[in-house]
Structures are given as structure tokens and as C-alpha cells.
């Protein structure tokens, strides 16, 4: 059984932005606007060729229908994610796909504890394994959606991620996000993104993602773009694994 820790996250220095005086109005409204979007994990062609590659690398079919994603829950190669008390789903997510990978499972259900944790509030699943036909469907509607095929097809398709809601979060919220997730990247166990237009936080978590957290401890770690305090503090707990 697992151990699961969580930290505090100390706050973190934003950045500084000079506003200028606009002319016309229109032009202010813009402007503020894109000051308010700043995520640390912007989506990029990049983020997509990491995330398949990581499917790759495990030779994970994508699912191409309800037929295949019917027969790897079967095997249990997809496990259910179950809502708890630190846990919960958006109530508009289909039943039949509310399935991950197991070690994305594991992710969610640390990442979700240390929330928990935290702030005594629940994150939300938004969205997680989907099929090619499901894919295509989203991209109809939703032309910012990754493709269905091709080396940046998304990787919900694999079964390896999930959407973990961010509007309502407050600002100390996604900065404990951000930072958590800024250590699981640093050390290739995730590849996540913050997407605009859906406002969640989406994460590719990697196959490697068990056997890391079976020999983890507490690492207290920083942002490297975070000033640094005169005297040393603690900065951040992940929530890890521990054998007995």
C-alpha cells in the first residue's frame, strides 16, 4: 500500500507586467485580456509530439472505436476512475468513458489526495480516454482539438490522459497545480498543458509513472524563475509513493 504525502506549496512570485495607457478602448480590452491568459504549460505542436511519442514508446493502439474500448477495459489494460472524497467527475462525462490507464490512475488519485490535502476541496475529471470516432466528432466542433491521427493526434486516444478542470480554481489553486505538475514534467513522468479554451489542465501521464512513485520520498522543490527567500523555507511537497 502507498503513502500518500502531501505538501504546502509556498506562494510563488508572479510576474511584473507594465500596462500602458491605450488609445481606444477596444485596444485596453485586448490587451488585459491577454495579460489575464499566462499559463506556465502553454499547448504547442511540441507538447503533441512528446505525448505520442510517449504513446509510442509503450506501443499503445489508439482506440478506434467502442468495439476496442469495450474489450481493453475487459482486460483491465483501462481502469475505471472513481470519484472520492478528494475525487470527483463532470457529470456530462460519458459513463463508458471514464477509463484511464492504470498508472494515470495512480497519478490522479496522488495528484487528487495532495489537493485535497491542501485545500479540503475535490479536483474534477473533465474528460478522459476517447476513441478515434469520438475524436473526430470533438474536432467538428472544436477546431483547436488535436487530430485523430498523425504524430499529434491527441493522446486521450491511448488512454493515457486526463482533463482535470482549472476555471474556478483560484490563483493559489493553479499556482499549487502549476508547480506540481512543473516537477512531474522536470522529470519526465508527465506532459501536461493548460488549455484555453476548455480552461483544464491536461496531462499526458507516462508509463514510467509506477515504478517512479514506488521509490519516492518528500522532495522539497522550486521554480526556477521563483525569487528565492534570504532565509531557506520549504517550498513543496508531490504527493509520492512508499513501499511498506
Given amino acids: 500500500m502507498f503513502a500518500v504525502l502531501a505538501l504546502l506549496l509556498s506562494g510563488m512570485s508572479g510576474s511584473a507586467f507594465a500596462v500602458h495607457h491605450a488609445t481606444a478602448p477596444r485596444s485596453r480590452h485586448h490587451h488585459f485580456r491577454w495579460l489575464r491568459w499566462n499559463p506556465l504549460f502553454k499547448p504547442s505542436h511540441e507538447s503533441l509530439l512528446i505525448q505520442n ?93 488535436a487530430p485523430a491521427e498523425g504524430d499529434t493526434a491527441s493522446s486521450h486516444l491511448a488512454g493515457v490522459t486526463v482533463d482535470l478542470q482549472r476555471r474556478g480554481l483560484t490563483k493559489d489553486q493553479i499556482h499549487w497545480m502549476e508547480h506540481y505538475l512543473f516537477y512531474m514534467k522536470s522529470i519526465g513522468l508527465v506532459e501536461p498543458e493548460e488549455e484555453r479554451r476548455h480552461w483544464c489542465f491536461h496531462i499526458m501521464v507516462s508509463g514510467r509513472y509506477n515504478e517512479w512513485r514506488e521509490t519516492q520520498t518528500i522532495i522539497p522543490i522550486e521554480r526556477p524563475d521563483q525569487e528565492k527567500p534570504e532565509k531557506p523555507t520549504p517550498q513543496t511537497e508531490v504527493a509520492m509513493g512508499g513501499g511498506k
Fill in 53 to 145: 511519442a510517449e504513446i509510442d514508446r509503450l506501443e499503445l493502439p489508439r482506440i478506434q472505436d467502442e468495439t476496442e474500448l469495450e474489450a481493453l477495459k475487459a482486460d483491465g489494460s483501462l481502469v475505471a476512475i472513481v470519484p472520492s472524497e478528494s475525487l470527483r467527475i463532470e457529470h456530462s462525462l460519458d459513463p463508458s468513458r471514464r477509463y484511464c490507464r492504470p498508472w494515470t490512475l495512480e497519478f490522479l488519485n496522488d495528484l487528487s489526495q495532495a489537493y485535497y490535502n491542501r485545500f479540503h476541496q475535490q479536483i474534477q475529471v473533465n474528460s478522459a480516454v476517447r476513441t478515434v470516432k469520438v475524436q473526430r466528432k470533438l474536432r467538428r466542433h472544436n477546431r483547436n482539438a
